[in-house]
Protein backbone atom coordinates (compact mmCIF):
# COMPACT_ATOMS: atom_id res chain seq x y z
CA UNK A 1 0.00 0.00 0.00
CA UNK A 2 1.00 3.70 -0.08
CA UNK A 3 1.82 5.88 2.30
CA UNK A 4 0.27 7.13 5.64
CA UNK A 5 1.54 9.32 8.04
CA UNK A 6 0.82 11.75 10.59
CA UNK A 7 -0.06 15.24 9.45
CA UNK A 8 2.88 18.02 9.77
CA UNK A 9 2.60 21.25 12.06
CA UNK A 10 2.26 23.19 8.85
CA UNK A 11 -0.75 20.93 7.44
CA UNK A 12 -2.39 21.18 10.48
CA UNK A 13 -2.25 25.05 9.76
CA UNK A 14 -3.32 24.62 6.88
CA UNK A 15 -7.07 26.25 5.58
CA UNK A 16 -7.75 22.58 4.40
CA UNK A 17 -7.50 21.16 7.85
CA UNK A 18 -9.62 23.44 9.03
CA UNK A 19 -12.32 20.95 7.21
CA UNK A 20 -11.85 18.22 8.61
CA UNK A 21 -13.15 17.16 12.18
CA UNK A 22 -13.03 14.73 14.76
CA UNK A 23 -17.22 13.56 15.23
CA UNK A 24 -18.19 12.68 18.87
CA UNK A 25 -21.20 12.49 20.87
CA UNK A 26 -22.06 12.58 24.25
CA UNK A 27 -25.23 11.11 26.49
CA UNK A 28 -24.74 13.35 30.33
CA UNK A 29 -21.59 13.22 31.22
CA UNK A 30 -20.46 9.85 28.84
CA UNK A 31 -18.64 10.97 25.64
CA UNK A 32 -18.08 8.54 22.70
CA UNK A 33 -15.78 9.19 19.26
CA UNK A 34 -17.55 7.33 16.28
CA UNK A 35 -14.80 9.08 13.13
CA UNK A 36 -14.49 11.95 11.16
CA UNK A 37 -16.40 14.57 9.18
CA UNK A 38 -15.72 16.97 6.39
CA UNK A 39 -17.23 20.47 6.87
CA UNK A 40 -18.44 21.60 3.01
CA UNK A 41 -19.77 25.01 3.54
CA UNK A 42 -21.58 27.23 6.36
CA UNK A 43 -23.71 25.24 8.87
CA UNK A 44 -22.96 21.99 6.97
CA UNK A 45 -20.86 18.78 6.99
CA UNK A 46 -20.30 15.19 5.47
CA UNK A 47 -19.57 12.08 7.06
CA UNK A 48 -20.28 8.26 6.49
CA UNK A 49 -23.37 7.14 7.54
CA UNK A 50 -22.38 4.35 9.77
CA UNK A 51 -20.37 6.52 11.26
CA UNK A 52 -23.62 8.23 12.93
CA UNK A 53 -25.30 4.59 12.86
CA UNK A 54 -22.16 3.49 15.35
CA UNK A 55 -22.72 6.78 17.07
CA UNK A 56 -26.86 6.10 17.50
CA UNK A 57 -25.60 1.96 18.64
CA UNK A 58 -23.18 3.01 20.77
CA UNK A 59 -26.09 4.53 22.87
CA UNK A 60 -28.84 2.79 21.49
CA UNK A 61 -30.59 4.61 19.75
CA UNK A 62 -32.48 4.23 16.47
CA UNK A 63 -30.55 6.73 14.40
CA UNK A 64 -33.01 7.38 11.19
CA UNK A 65 -36.07 7.53 13.94
CA UNK A 66 -36.96 11.01 12.63
CA UNK A 67 -34.55 13.90 11.86
CA UNK A 68 -33.98 14.81 15.59
CA UNK A 69 -30.48 13.30 16.32
CA UNK A 70 -32.11 12.65 20.10
CA UNK A 71 -29.07 13.18 21.78
CA UNK A 72 -25.55 15.51 21.31
CA UNK A 73 -23.20 14.69 18.28
CA UNK A 74 -20.75 17.50 17.78
CA UNK A 75 -17.93 18.03 15.51
CA UNK A 76 -14.54 20.25 15.95
CA UNK A 77 -12.36 21.89 14.33
CA UNK A 78 -9.00 20.59 16.15
CA UNK A 79 -6.86 23.58 14.75
CA UNK A 80 -8.76 26.06 15.54
CA UNK A 81 -10.43 25.10 18.70
CA UNK A 82 -14.47 25.73 17.25
CA UNK A 83 -16.95 23.29 18.34
CA UNK A 84 -20.17 22.49 16.31
CA UNK A 85 -23.54 20.75 17.45
CA UNK A 86 -24.95 18.56 14.98
CA UNK A 87 -28.49 19.67 15.26
CA UNK A 88 -29.93 17.17 12.16
CA UNK A 89 -29.03 14.72 10.53
CA UNK A 90 -29.61 13.39 6.89
CA UNK A 91 -29.11 10.42 4.87
CA UNK A 92 -30.37 8.28 1.72
CA UNK A 93 -30.60 4.42 1.80
CA UNK A 94 -28.39 4.19 -1.81
CA UNK A 95 -25.45 5.30 -0.49
CA UNK A 96 -22.80 5.45 2.79
CA UNK A 97 -23.09 9.39 3.09
CA UNK A 98 -24.97 11.49 5.78
CA UNK A 99 -25.51 15.02 5.94
CA UNK A 100 -24.67 16.60 9.29
CA UNK A 101 -26.61 20.41 10.08
CA UNK A 102 -24.73 22.50 11.99
CA UNK A 103 -24.39 25.24 14.50
CA UNK A 104 -22.10 27.01 16.53
CA UNK A 105 -21.36 25.07 19.94
CA UNK A 106 -18.46 28.19 21.75
CA UNK A 107 -17.52 31.41 21.23
CA UNK A 108 -14.70 30.25 18.56
CA UNK A 109 -17.07 28.57 16.29
CA UNK A 110 -19.72 32.17 16.36
CA UNK A 111 -16.58 33.66 15.17
CA UNK A 112 -15.25 31.31 12.15
CA UNK A 113 -16.67 31.26 8.61
CA UNK A 114 -16.62 27.92 7.01
CA UNK A 115 -15.60 28.26 3.76
CA UNK A 116 -17.35 26.55 0.55
CA UNK A 117 -14.90 23.27 0.09
CA UNK A 118 -14.40 22.44 -3.85
CA UNK A 119 -15.77 19.05 -4.75
CA UNK A 120 -16.96 17.05 -7.77
CA UNK A 121 -19.65 14.82 -8.67
CA UNK A 122 -16.30 12.84 -10.26
CA UNK A 123 -14.78 9.55 -8.87
CA UNK A 124 -11.19 9.37 -8.88
CA UNK A 125 -9.47 7.88 -12.59
CA UNK A 126 -8.38 4.41 -11.95
CA UNK A 127 -4.74 5.30 -11.77
CA UNK A 128 -4.49 8.78 -10.24
CA UNK A 129 -3.78 9.49 -6.54
CA UNK A 130 -5.79 10.15 -3.82
CA UNK A 131 -5.46 12.33 -0.60
CA UNK A 132 -7.39 10.67 2.32
CA UNK A 133 -7.51 13.31 6.07
CA UNK A 134 -8.92 11.69 8.86
CA UNK A 135 -8.53 11.17 12.73
CA UNK A 136 -7.80 7.90 13.88
CA UNK A 137 -7.34 7.41 17.43
CA UNK A 138 -9.05 10.23 18.91
CA UNK A 139 -9.89 10.13 22.09
CA UNK A 140 -11.41 12.62 24.86
CA UNK A 141 -9.47 13.84 27.75
CA UNK A 142 -11.52 16.22 29.61
CA UNK A 143 -14.96 16.72 29.58
CA UNK A 144 -17.26 19.32 30.64
CA UNK A 145 -20.32 19.39 28.45
CA UNK A 146 -23.59 20.71 28.45
CA UNK A 147 -27.03 21.25 26.50
CA UNK A 148 -25.36 25.13 25.58
CA UNK A 149 -21.70 24.76 24.85
CA UNK A 150 -18.94 22.37 24.45
CA UNK A 151 -16.12 22.32 26.68
CA UNK A 152 -13.35 19.38 26.38
CA UNK A 153 -10.19 18.60 25.64
CA UNK A 154 -9.33 15.74 22.39
CA UNK A 155 -5.93 13.68 21.66
CA UNK A 156 -5.97 13.80 18.24
CA UNK A 157 -3.68 12.40 15.30
CA UNK A 158 -4.85 14.35 12.24
CA UNK A 159 -3.52 11.56 9.58
CA UNK A 160 -3.17 11.83 5.80
CA UNK A 161 -2.79 8.62 3.46
CA UNK A 162 -1.82 8.76 0.05
CA UNK A 163 -2.68 6.43 -2.69
CA UNK A 164 -3.61 5.47 -6.27
CA UNK A 165 -6.72 4.11 -7.17
CA UNK A 166 -7.26 0.41 -8.28
CA UNK A 167 -10.81 -0.22 -9.26
CA UNK A 168 -14.03 2.28 -9.57
CA UNK A 169 -17.29 1.23 -8.93
CA UNK A 170 -20.32 3.44 -10.47
CA UNK A 171 -22.92 1.66 -9.15
CA UNK A 172 -21.83 -0.87 -6.37
CA UNK A 173 -18.94 -3.06 -5.34
CA UNK A 174 -20.92 -5.80 -4.28
CA UNK A 175 -24.63 -6.47 -2.95
CA UNK A 176 -23.80 -6.74 1.04
CA UNK A 177 -20.57 -4.52 2.12
CA UNK A 178 -19.97 -1.75 -0.54
CA UNK A 179 -23.21 -1.96 -2.28
CA UNK A 180 -23.10 1.73 -3.67
CA UNK A 181 -20.67 4.08 -5.62
CA UNK A 182 -17.33 3.64 -4.43
CA UNK A 183 -13.36 3.12 -5.67
CA UNK A 184 -10.89 1.68 -3.96
CA UNK A 185 -7.03 2.63 -3.67
CA UNK A 186 -3.53 1.34 -2.68
CA UNK A 187 -3.85 3.27 0.72
CA UNK A 188 -4.02 3.01 4.25
CA UNK A 189 -7.50 4.05 5.70
CA UNK A 190 -7.12 3.63 9.63
CA UNK A 191 -9.86 3.55 11.96
CA UNK A 192 -12.02 6.93 13.18
CA UNK A 193 -10.60 8.04 9.47
CA UNK A 194 -14.15 6.77 8.26
CA UNK A 195 -16.29 9.93 7.21
CA UNK A 196 -13.22 11.76 6.69
CA UNK A 197 -12.30 13.68 3.34
CA UNK A 198 -10.93 12.03 0.11
CA UNK A 199 -9.22 14.49 -2.81
CA UNK A 200 -8.58 13.85 -5.98
CA UNK A 201 -5.39 15.30 -7.77
CA UNK A 202 -7.22 18.36 -8.44
CA UNK A 203 -7.49 18.83 -4.65
CA UNK A 204 -11.80 18.19 -4.97
CA UNK A 205 -13.49 16.32 -2.50
CA UNK A 206 -14.35 13.42 -4.38
CA UNK A 207 -15.41 11.22 -1.51
CA UNK A 208 -15.17 9.92 2.06
CA UNK A 209 -13.34 7.39 3.74
CA UNK A 210 -15.68 4.33 4.20
CA UNK A 211 -13.83 1.17 4.54
CA UNK A 212 -10.05 0.60 5.42
CA UNK A 213 -8.00 -2.82 4.83
CA UNK A 214 -9.46 -5.35 7.10
CA UNK A 215 -11.18 -8.69 6.75
CA UNK A 216 -12.68 -8.95 3.30
CA UNK A 217 -11.12 -5.26 2.44
CA UNK A 218 -7.55 -6.24 3.54
CA UNK A 219 -5.66 -5.47 0.17
CA UNK A 220 -7.05 -2.06 -0.22
CA UNK A 221 -9.23 0.50 1.02
CA UNK A 222 -12.59 2.14 -0.26
CA UNK A 223 -13.91 5.68 -0.84
CA UNK A 224 -17.48 6.12 -1.00
CA UNK A 225 -18.17 8.19 -4.15
CA UNK A 226 -20.13 11.62 -2.76
CA UNK A 227 -22.18 12.32 -5.88
CA UNK A 228 -25.23 10.43 -4.54
CA UNK A 229 -25.46 12.78 -2.08
CA UNK A 230 -27.33 15.08 -4.44
CA UNK A 231 -30.79 13.30 -3.50
CA UNK A 232 -30.31 13.76 -0.09
CA UNK A 233 -33.18 16.40 1.35
CA UNK A 234 -32.23 18.21 4.49
CA UNK A 235 -33.14 21.55 6.32
CA UNK A 236 -31.16 24.56 6.48
CA UNK A 237 -29.90 25.19 10.11
CA UNK A 238 -31.49 28.66 10.70
CA UNK A 239 -28.08 31.26 11.07
CA UNK A 240 -26.69 30.13 7.95
CA UNK A 241 -26.68 32.35 4.93
CA UNK A 242 -28.96 31.91 2.27
CA UNK A 243 -29.00 32.90 -1.36
CA UNK A 244 -32.38 34.35 -3.51
CA UNK A 245 -34.23 31.20 -4.00
CA UNK A 246 -33.47 29.33 -0.65
CA UNK A 247 -35.50 29.71 2.21
CA UNK A 248 -35.21 28.95 5.54
CA UNK A 249 -37.36 26.34 6.86
CA UNK A 250 -38.04 24.63 3.49
CA UNK A 251 -36.29 20.95 2.62
CA UNK A 252 -33.90 21.29 -0.23
CA UNK A 253 -32.19 18.42 -1.91
CA UNK A 254 -28.22 19.00 -2.32
CA UNK A 255 -28.26 19.23 -5.31
CA UNK A 256 -30.47 22.40 -5.40
CA UNK A 257 -28.47 23.73 -3.01
CA UNK A 258 -25.12 23.17 -5.54
CA UNK A 259 -27.40 24.85 -8.34
CA UNK A 260 -27.41 28.24 -6.67
CA UNK A 261 -23.95 28.29 -5.46
CA UNK A 262 -24.68 27.44 -1.49
CA UNK A 263 -21.86 24.42 -2.27
CA UNK A 264 -19.41 24.73 -4.67
CA UNK A 265 -19.97 21.30 -6.16
CA UNK A 266 -18.66 21.41 -10.07
CA UNK A 267 -20.59 18.55 -12.22
CA UNK A 268 -24.25 19.37 -10.29
CA UNK A 269 -25.85 19.76 -13.83
CA UNK A 270 -25.01 16.17 -14.33
CA UNK A 271 -26.84 14.83 -11.95
CA UNK A 272 -30.23 13.31 -12.83
CA UNK A 273 -33.05 11.97 -10.57
CA UNK A 274 -35.37 9.17 -11.56
CA UNK A 275 -37.82 6.46 -10.14
CA UNK A 276 -37.49 3.09 -9.98
CA UNK A 277 -39.77 0.28 -10.91
CA UNK A 278 -40.61 0.06 -7.31
CA UNK A 279 -41.84 3.90 -7.20
CA UNK A 280 -38.64 4.17 -4.89
CA UNK A 281 -36.39 7.46 -5.68
CA UNK A 282 -33.28 7.21 -7.64
CA UNK A 283 -29.98 9.15 -8.73
CA UNK A 284 -27.87 8.82 -11.63
CA UNK A 285 -24.56 10.71 -13.01
CA UNK A 286 -23.59 11.43 -16.92
CA UNK A 287 -20.62 11.21 -17.45
CA UNK A 288 -20.23 14.14 -20.00
Known sequence: ??????????????????????????????????????????????????????????????????????????????NLGAYWHVVNTYAWIGSDIAVLALRPGNDVALGTQINRLPMTVDPP????????????????????????????ALSVTPTVSVGKVLEVHASLRDSTLLSFPCF???????????????????????????????????????????????????????DVPVVPGIELGRSYKIHDLAKVGLLNFRGYERIEFFKHENGSDGVRRRHW
Open 1 to 78: MSGHRPITAAEFSHPISAHIAPIFSFEDEHGYVAGTAVLIAPGLALTARHVIESLFAHFNRDAWKGHNTQFDISIAQA
Open 125 to 152: VVGSEVTALGYPHTEIVLERHNITSVNI
Open 184 to 238: SADATFFQGMSGGAVFNEQRELCGLVCAGGEGELSDRSHGVSIWPSMIIPLTLPP
